[in-house]
């Protein structure tokens, strides 16, 4: 009996250096949520700042900034996530469908690179290709004579340029998923399908894709969390003041009013509401996710 | 399987061949089109020749590179980095893993540390908040407040924990028999049998790590001490939106700037990850299997 609680003991020091971080960074910040409440008096600090109420959630939705900010959000993700669904797991199917296995490795290789790279980096790339006199308008004028575009300066390309260039950084990673579940299909499946005379697209529609049916579903459910993740990294690095009409996000916003310009009132009043309505957003989606896909973290 | 060798579905694979061939060079065009700017002539590729091959091929811009004291100082900064939070996150993972992955007949407050573990994935006070705790702790303007926020990072911890349920109960038991405490079979045991999934979580760590400018870029202040990525995003990406009123200002700044130094930093700074990548590669696959669905 001692030795079990000298153990139960050792447990809790073994945790201890990992759960004073999470402590410290994480769960001490929770508390400044107060601020949301608070009118910020730097001097008196958060705790002795008098408190407001719901003054500085009134003042947010009295700004027109608000509204753009929550739209642009929802739609950047949601134009992000319908999108950038679809692509990876008809990406996975034409890799599956293909015999080769060395060139199937080599294109698995070159399109996984782009997810490890930095949003800083791309995006001066971006930034180069994009330009008015940027490579992408050159082969527009030769191909099409069409005018220079500037496309980072324009908010319908703005968004368009912010929805593809996420899914060209992002979809061959998203088929790994797919590709596992490809290989998990049982092979006998297919043989029977060839010995009943099969074509290859009855294949597809009767093995294939039941196969990965969960996996799809479950994807699915759990992007449902990012409706309000735009992409902070991407359109942080992207966007400049002719675009804030259409690019302008939650983190963004946050960003500039808080740290930049000080308010941290505001920044954190709707920091916190981001974060409550993504924090309802992962428990629908992780609790859709175990019920469909039966998933679970641990 | 029976081979179908028809005409047709040769004609099928030869079409799926080329558009994945396509997809793959769309893949890389815009990192091939940075080097090729790297390597130019600056004139040339001011006046925007530059595809895919360098244009009046010089190594001008990597000499300039050189000789630039600000990005290795912060190229240092964010090697420094990278290697001390990894090291340092290493064995706090393993350490928290150890017990978490004990069940909660063995280990009796393990469900209250895993609730606050997956609360704190998924609810955060904001970047704010977060910010005033950074402050309060005189961590302005330190070292250390590059590496102590990463040195946690629940997603690896219970990648690692659902590692180790996988490994045989009867392995605990007997060492337990044997006399063995917890801190011995954590290292002993655990993870020489575990280095798949803590190189997977490392990896990780080393790119996530690489590539985060944030935390430089609200808590460092002098410029010998930035990260790499703040450094570049300060240099590449960040233009202050006051100077921009008008498509002119935009034009003139995207003129001023060093083209094709530019893109040799940029270039510098990708390498480092594109030099892991070929180790990362064959772990994150049963990384990310590890993470998503479990029987």
Redo the contacts between chains.
């Keep these: 009996m001692r030795r079990k609680w000298s ?2 003991i ?3 020091l ?2 201890l ?3 004073l ?2 402590l ?10 107060v ?1 949301a409440f608070k009118h910020f008096i730097p001097t008196k600090g ?1 705790w002795h700042s008098p408190w407001t109420g719901w003054e500085n959630y009134s003042f947010v939705f009295d700004t027109p900034v608000a509204l753009r900010v929550f739209k642009n959000t929802v739609v950047i993700a949601m134009m992000k996530i319908a999108f950038g669904f679809l692509i990876p797991i008809v ?1 996975a199917l ?2 599956h ?4 296995q060395w ?1 199937k490795r ?2 698995q ?6 997810h ?14 994009f ?5 992408i308008n ?1 082969l527009l004028h030769s191909m099409f004579g069409t005018e220079q575009i ?1 496309f980072l ?1 324009d908010n319908f390309w703005f968004r368009t340029i912010v929805v593809g260039s996420d899914i ?1 950084k992002e979809f ?1 990673f998203g088929t ?2 797919y ?3 490809l290989t998990g299909i049982n ?1 006998s499946l ?2 029977a399908a ?2 009943d005379g099969a074509t ?1 697209m009855q294949k597809l529609k009767y093995v294939t894709l039941p196969g990965i049916a ?2 799809i579903v ?1 994807v699915g459910t759990l992007s449902l969390q990012n409706v309000l993740n735009a992409g902070f ?1 991407q359109i942080f ?2 966007y ?3 675009v804030y009409d259409s690019s302008d996000i939650i ?1 963004t916003y ?2 500039r009013s ?2 930049e310009e000080g308010h ?1 009132e505001i ?2 009043a709707i ?2 509401m ?3 309505v ?2 309802v957003l ?2 629908f989606s992780y609790s859709l996710a175990s019920r469909f ?1 039966n ?4 | 399987m029976v081979r179908n060798t028809t005409a047709g579905a040769k004609a099928a694979e030869a079409v799926l061949i080329i558009l994945l061939a396509l997809i793959s060079f769309s893949s890389l065009f815009p990192i091939i089109h940075n080097l090729a700017i790297s390597f130019s002539m600056p004139a040339k590729a001011m006046a925007g020749f530059v595809t895919i091959f360098p244009k009046g091929f010089t190594l001008d811009s990597y000499k300039k590179l050189y000789e630039d004291s600000v990005f290795f100082s912060s190229f240092w900064v964010s090697v420094k980095r990278v290697v001390i939070t990894c090291a340092i996150s290493f064995f706090i993972s393993l350490l928290m893993s150890y017990p978490l992955s004990r069940s909660v007949r063995e280990f009796k407050l393990r469900n209250v540390y895993m609730w606050l573990l997956v609360f704190s994935m998924m609810f955060n006070g904001g970047l704010i908040p977060f910010y005033l705790v950074v402050r309060q702790m005189h961590l302005m303007n330190n070292f250390w407040v590059l590496v102590l926020p990463m040195l946690v990072n629940v997603f690896n911890v219970i990648l690692i924990v659902n590692y180790f349920r996988s490994i045989p109960k009867e392995l605990d038991e007997s060492a337990s028999m044997d006399g063995a405490g917890p801190w011995f079979k954590a290292f002993r045991i655990y993870m020489p049998l575990s280095m798949p999934v803590l190189a997977t979580t490392t990896l990780f760590l080393i790119v996530t790590v690489w590539n985060e400018f944030m935390l430089g870029l609200i808590f460092i202040n002098h410029e010998s001490g930035i990260p790499l990525q703040t450094y570049m995003q300060q240099l590449v990406v960040r233009i202050d939106p006051t100077l921009l009123q008008s498509l002119e200002d935009v034009k003139r700044l995207a003129s001023v700037s060093d083209k094709t130094l530019g893109a040799a930093k940029i270039f510098a700074s990708m390498l480092p990850i594109m030099l892991v990548y070929p180790f990362l590669q064959r772990f994150f696959i049963s990384g990310i299997m590890l993470g998503s669905v479990k029987e």
């Design positions: 153990e139960q050792h447990f809790n073994m945790l250096p990992g759960m971080l999470i410290i960074f994480t769960i001490w910040p929770m508390g400044g949520i601020l958060i990406f034409m890799l469908e293909l015999r080769f060139f080599v294109v290789t070159i399109v996984y690179l782009p490890f790279l930095s949003w800083v980096l791309l995006a001066g790339i971006l930034r180069d290709l330009a008015v006199d940027g490579i050159q500037m300066g060209w061959g790994i998923i590709l596992a579940a092979p297919y043989e060839d010995i290859r969960t996996t479950l990294d690095n992207l400049n003041t002719l983190d946050v960003f808080g740290i941290y920044g954190t920091g916190l981001k974060s409550a993504s924090f992962i428990i896909a998933y679970r973290i641990f």
